[in-house]
Each structure stands twice: as structure tokens, then as C-alpha cells.
């Protein structure tokens, strides 16, 4: 079964750091580009930053680039997300999610597959 | 960063009704457009890409249209699972921005 299976809720101070795995199940990582996404209780979708499941490539928000590091391990096919400098305002759920190619490997330009959401909370 | 902005952010409507939700873009986007819906307490879920191409398994009363900067969402004939959040998103540049949402409600 193809799917993204994330790592459990997370219980923070404010300045400390965060790691969330999202796994890949039933295709390979280094076919394709992982995002991470944010949204905090009561709110909209907010995009974090990609990884390029082959190169290790990554881009980032304008909003995050300074605090978030994605990695991946592609012998355990999982892709990693590490936020530092935590605060208030990342007390959300994060997604993980696919980028789109078509049988040929065109790209689609939409998620197809999401992860299941980790629950990060911020709290003194 | 392109801005996307849905309208309207909150829509009222009833089983059976045509439903038009809106989502405009800053700049042009060409077709790179994708619709999602949501639901409480899960991940979203793909319902459209590059704007009007129905993903597979997605009941053909959701249709996507528009180009350049102003895309819609119809839903033919609303049913009791249709009652969610749904976004836009664009494709155009690396930064993957979304829609503030449209809540659909009863």
C-alpha cells in the first residue's frame, strides 16, 4: 500500500528543537520529491520545504529557511524533518506529502499522497 | 512569493445545491493549479491538478476550471460528504502556496 507514515506527537519548550520522520511505504523515496506542511489549529495550509528524494536537494519558505533542515535516509526510505528555535506559533500538525508524476514520470504539480500529520506542541 | 486568495472563506449551502468556490492568484499561473478538501482531524486529499483534470477515484460532480490567476471549484450537486475545507495551490513557483481555505457548512 503506497502511504506516508509519520512519527508521533511531540511536546516542546519554546527554543527547543523538533525531529519528525515521515516513512515512505510502497515506493521508493529516491523517485520522488517530499514536502512538509504546516498548519496550526484552526488555520489554513502553510508550505514548509521540499526535498528531493534522489539528490538530497532541498528548497525552503522564506518563513523557515532560517530554522528548518529536511534530510532524508533512503535505506530507510524516510525523510526527516528538524525545526529549531521552536515558539508558540509552531504548535500545529505537520504533513508530509508527495509530489505528483504521472506513470512516464511527468510532474503532476499536486501532493497525491499525504502523511497521516504529527502533532507538534509548544508549551513552557 | 505569488499570493493565492479563495472566496468566499466561509460557504453556507444545503444537499443538492451547485456550489462555486473561487481562487485567485497575484500572478499568472498558467494551469498549475491544485484543488485539495479536508477534513477534521485528517490530511487533506487530492481532488484536482493542473487546474481541471479530475484525480482518479474523485466523483465527477467536482469540476476545476480557469487559467492565468482565477481558477474555481464547482460541485455539481452537493452531497452530506462533501461538507469540508477546501484549498487551492499553486504550482507556478518553487514556493508551494496555498489558498486561506473555503469552509463548505450546512
Known amino acids: 500500500q503506497v502511504q506516508l507514515v509519520q512519527s508521533g506527537a511531540e511536546l516542546k519548550k519554546p527554543g527547543a528543537s523538533v525531529k519528525i520522520s515521515c516513512r515512505a511505504s510502497g515506493f521508493s523515496l529516491r523517485s520522488y520529491v517530499i514536502h512538509w506542511v504546516r498548519q496550526a489549529p484552526g488555520q489554513g495550509l502553510q508550505w514548509v520545504g521540499w526535498?528531493?528524494?534522489?539528490?538530497?536537494?532541498?528548497k525552503f519558505s522564506q518563513n523557515f529557511q532560517d530554522r528548518v533542515i529536511i534530510t532524508r535516509d533512503i535505506y530507510a526510505n524516510t525523510v526527516n524533518m528538524e525545526l529549531n528555535g521552536l515558539r508558540s506559533e509552531d504548535t500545529a500538525v505537520f504533513y508530509c506529502a508527495r509530489f505528483y508524476y504521472d506513470r512516464s514520470g511527468q510532474p503532476l504539480n499536486a501532493f497525491d499522497i499525504w502523511g497521516q500529520g504529527t502533532k507538534v506542541t509548544v508549551s513552557p | 512569493d505569488i499570493q493565492m486568495t479563495q472566496s468566499p472563506s466561509t460557504l453556507s449551502a444545503s444537499v443538492g445545491d451547485r456550489v462555486t468556490i473561487t481562487c485567485r492568484a497575484s500572478q499568472n499561473i498558467d494551469t498549475w493549479l491544485a484543488w485539495y478538501q479536508q477534513k477534521p482531524g485528517k490530511a487533506p486529499t487530492l481532488l484536482i491538478y493542473?487546474?481541471?483534470t479530475l484525480e482518479d477515484g474523485v466523483p465527477s460532480r467536482f469540476s476545476g476550471g480557469g487559467s492565468g490567476t482565477e481558477f474555481t471549484l464547482t460541485i455539481s450537486s452537493l452531497q452530506p460528504d462533501d461538507f469540508a475545507t477546501y484549498y487551492c495551490q499553486q504550482f507556478n513557483s518553487f514556493s508551494r502556496t496555498f489558498g486561506q481555505g473555503t469552509k463548505v457548512e450546512i
Open positions: 493542473k487546474a481541471s
Open positions: 526535498i528531493n528524494g534522489d539528490s538530497g536537494t532541498t
